[in-house]
């Protein structure tokens, strides 16, 4: 079974990270792109007018993703769905409270 992958995540990721993250279908060649903002668009540019948008929807080519581009233009990471789901989990796993007191953050 595949891991979860959400697009909030996808977005909190490429956030985090200021890393675009292009997810794409490798059977129909269908792809997004998630900027470094945070922002959904086609691969490469941003939907200008109502012809640019594509016939196929987001969460579709999401669930079913099987590569996800990930870096800038100058460097990029190929990762399947299981990778992608771990260094999310990596990202954003709480490694406990910390120990900085309201008077270690003032100084």
Aim: charged share 35%; proline share 4%; hydrophobic share 35%.
């Amino acid at each position: 079974m595949q891991p979860e992958v959400k697009l909030v995540d996808i977005k909190k990721l490429a956030i985090e990270k200021r890393v675009s993250i292009v997810f794409k279908d490798s059977r129909t060649g269908n792809a997004w792109e998630v900027s470094k903002d945070g922002v959904l668009r086609k691969p490469g540019r941003a939907l200008k007018s109502w012809k640019d948008i594509p016939s196929y929807s987001v969460g579709e080519v999401l669930s079913n993703a099987d590569e996800f581009r990930i870096g800038s233009d100058e460097e990029q990471k190929l990762l399947d769905r299981q990778a992608l789901a771990a260094l999310i989990t990596e990202t954003f796993t709480v490694r406990g409270p910390s120990t900085k007191t309201k008077k270690d953050e003032d100084e």
